[in-house]
């Protein structure tokens, strides 16, 4: 996913990755890895040699110069940077390529075939899907038999090519699926360690409540007793001491079992981990298929706890809606902070939302309060209003339906690892 300063995903420092995949974390390791994509391109100085060698005209010498130095250029430029630039991929594969296939047909020889080990090379690494990255290795493989047939290249320097050209390809392809499962491994330590954290403060709750509810629910109660008992006997100064202590002691348990009871509701407080992990189950348990930004679980405990208890219980309905009431195949959700606010996307190709009567078509905003009584939103729009947010809902999305929460985002200042 590509990010700007305006619209970025959010993610801690504890992320590994924020793109596809984040190889490169800093600008000295950006540089190392197109330094060390450029010392391959050495080999080209085979055909550079023959071009000023061999007896071709000035036109020629600048037409095949210029085409090697544009594929150096698209070589070096795509290959270090496809974790970063996938859009750009196919459209890169397609132009070396294209270069390829133009040296040869203008010029033939090894020197212009043995381009097709690079566009090999690219290819294994460019093409996401495993299935069509093999195809295109093929084609390429194919592609470099035909034009040394054409070029008249002999056998010895064709089988010798021959080799790196298809190898190369499907190096290229393994070390991508390698990455991506270290990458996927990655995350999903970091999915456990936040659902292991997010279990021992529920646990650490109940404790607190079994362990000290009740003594100090007893505690009051006895206090409270002895109180009226001493009431009942005859007046005093010592007695009136006595009711007076145990009184301050029916306070104190009070106000400690108050502050213990908001104390477990704080751990208790939905979170962006746990509520995306519950989302994901009860999604595919409908059928409806998922679409979800790996990076949404690292983003629990990024920004401010009311904000992030807020979006948790937005997410939670929202999803809750779409099970229930949407009759979605697919499910779309995100978060993203733009200007200093935290936005959660959820958004489904099902039936949408039918407005009332009351309600103008188009995008409708709600803060506290403006939602209908009785219903869902209106339960999320305050929760959203409290931690200073707004609820916004697409009820005419073509198809389905679209619901976004926004909230400040109050993010802790964490040094990102690059991401």
């Known amino acids: 996913m590509a990010t700007t300063s305006a619209d970025y995903p959010v993610l801690s420092a504890r992320a590994p990755d924020q793109g596809p995949l984040r190889a490169y974390p800093t600008r000295a390791r950006r540089v190392a890895g197109v330094l060390f994509t450029a010392i391959w391109l050495a080999y080209l100085i085979g055909p550079v040699v ?4 061999q007896p071709f005209s000035a036109v020629d010498r600048a037409v095949g110069l210029s085409i090697i130095a544009a594929f150096c250029l698209i070589y070096v430029t795509l290959v270090p940077n496809w974790p970063f ?15 390829a ?17 690079f566009v090999s090379s690219a290819a294994g690494l460019l093409v996401a899907s ?23 290249v002999s056998m010895e320097d064709f089988l010798s090519n021959l080799l790196p050209v298809v190898c190369l390809g499907l190096v290229m392809i393994g070390m991508r699926r390698w990455l991506e499962l270290t990458v996927e491994l990655r995350q999903a330590r970091a999915e456990v360690a936040q659902l292991a954290a997010s279990e021992e403060r529920l646990r650490l709750a109940r404790d607190m409540h079994d362990l000290t509810g009740q003594s100090l629910s007893m505690i009051t109660l006895k206090s409270e007793l002895a109180a009226r008992l001493l009431s009942r006997l005859p007046g005093g100064p010592e007695r009136d001491r006595v009711r007076d202590e ?17 104390a477990i509701s704080g751990y208790r407080r939905p979170t962006l981990a746990v509520e995306v992990i519950t989302a994901r189950a009860a ?4 059928g409806i298929e998922v679409e979800d930004d790996p990076g949404l679980i690292l983003a629990s405990g ?27 195949k697919h499910c779309h959700i995100s978060l993203t902070s733009r200007a200093g606010t935290v936005t959660l996307t959820v958004s489904d190709d099902g039936h949408g939302h039918v407005p009332a009567a009351s309600e103008h078509d188009g995008t409708r905003t709600a803060a506290a309060g403006t939602a209908a009584a009785g219903t869902g939103l209106r339960g999320m729009s305050e929760r959203l209003s409290a931690a200073g947010g707004a609820l916004e ?13 926004t909230v400040p985002a109050h993010l802790e200042q964490v040094t990102s690892s690059g991401a």
């Open 50 to 53: 023959d071009l000023i060698t």
């Open 85 to 99: 630039s996938p859009r750009f991929a196919h459209a890169g594969l397609a132009a070396l390529a294209a270069l």
């Open 101 to 117: 296939a133009a040296a040869c047909i203008v010029f033939g020889g090894m020197g212009a075939a043995s381009l097709w080990i």
């Open 130 to 152: 495993h299935r069509w990255a093999l195809r295109v290795v093929a084609a390429v493989s194919a592609c470099y038999v035909v034009f040394c047939y054409t070029g008249h």
């Open 246 to 262: 145990i009184e301050q002691v029916a306070v104190v348990s009070r106000q400690t079992l108050h502050d213990i009871r908001e």
């Open 283 to 286: 999604l595919v348990s409908a």
């Open 302 to 328: 990024t920004f401010g706890p009311d904000a992030e208890a807020a979006l948790a219980w937005c997410l939670r309905e929202a999803v809750t809606n779409v099970v229930r009431h949407s009759g979605a």
């Open 393 to 405: 809902i697409r009820p005419d999305a073509r198809p389905g339906f679209c619901l976004t929460a």
